[in-house]
């Protein structure tokens, strides 16, 4: 059990250390969210848009402006996190594949990846919540936050299945640009004013942002359909472990039960 949890908080410390190493990643969740959030707003008119919000039942006014700055921030959350969990993974391969080998147990390595997902969909969630409440009169800052982080939740895991299956970076990163680009534009009330496309709602984002546009702009917050995105993220976690756990090497002394002999 000490060595399950010494492998874990190791392998998390190692997994957030790379994050942080990661310069374009750092750049990119700094600067790219609070510019995505500023272009939204000088983008889009203050005319009061009218659109409906399945979670509270209820059709609501606001200003266009303020709901492309909540469905942007959560477009650019989701592609920062998706990107930071690709990268690590995708490059963490063939280290994770001799550490294995050297004798660290697997699943607490698999957990602290999801750990470190976690982490950093927090943190961003954060940030970005602040961003968020400077620019917008929020209602709710909480439920906003706990969407945003669902939103990372998503596709960090996402970010975390196809740096376990794709074989080049750069598929990697066009699977995560194209899938946030029509997860976030079919959800964006301001494009898609109706809201009404077929299987929108089985979107990963659907639940998120009915969550995080009621929190921002109405006096309810949609609790229940924030827990989509566990749903979702469960899902994607559960996948990558899957995969990984397929991918790795099983010859390792713990796995296998071999008793290290002493001295």
């Known amino acids: 059990m000490r060595l399950s949890w010494t492998a874990f908080t190791e392998l998390l410390r190692c997994a957030l250390l790379g994050h942080l190493r990661n310069r374009l990643a750092l750049v990119l969740a700094v600067a790219f969210i609070p510019v995505w ?3 939204a707003r000088l983008c889009t008119s203050d005319q009061v848009v009218r659109i409906r919000l399945d979670a509270i039942s209820a059709r609501i006014s606001a200003p266009a402006s303020q709901v492309g700055q909540v469905a942007s921030a959560l477009g650019a959350v989701t592609m920062v996190a998706g990107f930071i969990t690709f990268t690590e993974t995708f490059q963490s391969r063939q280290m994770d594949r001799r550490l294995l080998l050297a004798g ?39 439920p906003l936050a706990l969407a945003l982080a669902g939103a990372g939740l998503v596709y960090g895991g996402i970010g975390l299945l196809l740096g376990s299956l794709v074989r080049g970076e750069l598929e990697g990163f066009f699977l995560i640009i194209m899938l946030s680009l029509v997860d976030t534009g079919l959800q964006n009330p ?22 995080a546009l009621s929190s921002a702009l109405t ?19 559960a996948l990558a472990l899957l995969v990984l756990h397929t991918h790795r090497p099983s ?9 290290v002999p002493a001295g």
């Open 37 to 39: 959030i500023a272009v």
């Open 190 to 211: 301001v494009f898609n004013t109706l809201m009404d496309v077929a299987g929108v709602s089985a979107l990963p984002l659907y639940g998120v942002n009915q969550l």
């Open 104 to 142: 660290y147990p697997r699943l607490p390595m698999l957990l602290a990846k999801l750990a470190a997902v976690a982490t950093t969909a927090a943190l961003l969630a954060l940030y970005t919540t602040i961003l968020l409440w400077i620019s917008l009169p929020v209602r709710h800052a909480f």
């Open 219 to 237: 006096s309810q917050s949609a609790w229940a359909h924030g827990l989509l995105s566990l749903t979702w993220s469960a899902a994607t976690g």
């Open 251 to 259: 010859r390792s002394p713990w796995s296998r039960g071999t008793k």
